[in-house]
Each structure stands twice: as structure tokens, then as C-alpha cells.
């Protein structure tokens, strides 16, 4: 790995470490950096500022998630199976990743900018794979009886 991209993984792994313990109000510029960069100029030169930082973050620890639920929309089941399949992915990682997830709610509900923008993301992230799981969705090969 490159020694721009391991310092840019560093700061993003050392930020979601102090998330989950203590939630992304906790996360400083200055304190990830400190943990993860030689210098605080390489915070800046990856992210440019604490909220962009925050909402990458945000978005890598929920992309997992959504990867699993996409392969599970696109295996070729009954809808009702892929459906299931798909909720008891959600179910699991609701469970593993509780603690984190009332640090998001809270911090989004203290006014945490990015912690608001990714919780009212999530409005239109899974309806959409919730209807392509039954086949309501154009192209998805199936159609709603």
C-alpha cells in the first residue's frame, strides 16, 4: 500500500476507534491525527475538514452492510427469500454494531452535521433495496404479482 493511501486508512481506522468508543463528537482533528499521522497537515491534505472527514467514515463503516444486502437482492431466489435474506443481514449487523449505532442516533440528535446528513441518507438507501428484493424495480428482471 502506498504511504499516502496507509496514512489516509490509518486516520480513518483510528477514527472509528475513538467512534465506537466514545461517538463521532469525540473525534478531533487534532486528536486523530494524533493517533494516526505523523503530522496534522496530512489530516488536511486527505479530508480537508473534521465533517468530511466524519461523513467518509460514516460511510465506510455502513458500506459492508449495504454490499451485503445488494448481493443479496441480486441472487437468484423467490423475492420473499431474497427479502428474508436481506433482513436477517440487517438484523445481524444491528446486533454487532449497537454501541455504534446509538453513538450515530445521539450524535445526530446533538447536532452532529454529518452524523444528521448520513441518518437522513438513509431514508432513500433501503427502501430502494427493499423493492428490489421483491422485484418491484425496473430492470430487475422480475416483476410484483
Known sequence: ??????????LLKEG???ARRSGLRAITVRGVAAR?????????????SREAFVAELLERWYAPLMAEMQIAVDLQRPPLERLREMLLQFVDWVRANSGFIAHV???ATSGEAAARKFVASLEHRHPALLLQAI?????SGATAA
Open 105 to 107: 442516533v445521539i450524535d
Open 135 to 139: 422485484g418491484c424495480s425496473a430492470g
Open 1 to 10: 500500500m502506498a504511504p499516502v493511501v496507509a496514512s489516509r486508512e490509518r
Open 16 to 18: 472509528l476507534v475513538i
Open 36 to 48: 494516526a499521522a505523523p503530522t496534522l497537515a496530512s489530516f488536511v491534505y486527505h479530508f480537508g
